[in-house]
Nanobody
Framework: QVQLVESRGGLVQAGGSLRLSCAASGSTFSINIMGWYRQAPGKQRDLVATITRGYSTNYADSVKGRFTISRDTAKNTVYLQMNNLKPDDTAVYYC?????????WGRGTQVTVSS
């Protein structure tokens, strides 16, 4: 079992920045991929970014060049640095990790970008 605790999101103006973090606990030795997804009202949950144990990253086209994902393996924590935020980035952001055979989700944190 893995438990995930996300940092609080917040309200930010367009063009601003915000950093999210997600700390994992429990069976962290088995974590492979860590990542972030987001879900806007009335829309499906979509991938934002992922990072593997080997630090390979993958980003949604909509956030490339603006968001950066990183992880601190020693702290079992994944970060999402979000720069140049846009109103379309408004969503609930969910932390997600995969182990050998399971996937775990955080509870989600609201990010709101005002125009």
């Amino acid at each position: 079992q893995v438990q995930l605790v996300e940092s609080r999101g917040g309200l930010v103006q367009a063009g601003g920045s915000l950093r999210l973090s997600c700390a994992a606990s429990g069976s962290t030795f088995s974590i492979n991929i860590m990542g972030w997804y987001r879900q806007a009202p009335g829309k499906q949950r979509d991938l934002v970014a992922t990072i593997t144990r080997g630090y390979s990253t993958n980003y949604a086209d909509s956030v490339k060049g603006r968001f950066t994902i990183s992880r601190d393996t020693a702290k079992n924590t994944v970060y999402l640095q979000m720069n140049n935020l846009k109103p379309d980035d408004t969503a609930v952001y969910y932390c997600h990790v995969t182990t050998g055979g399971y996937a775990y989700w955080g509870r989600g944190t609201q990010v709101t970008v005002s125009s």
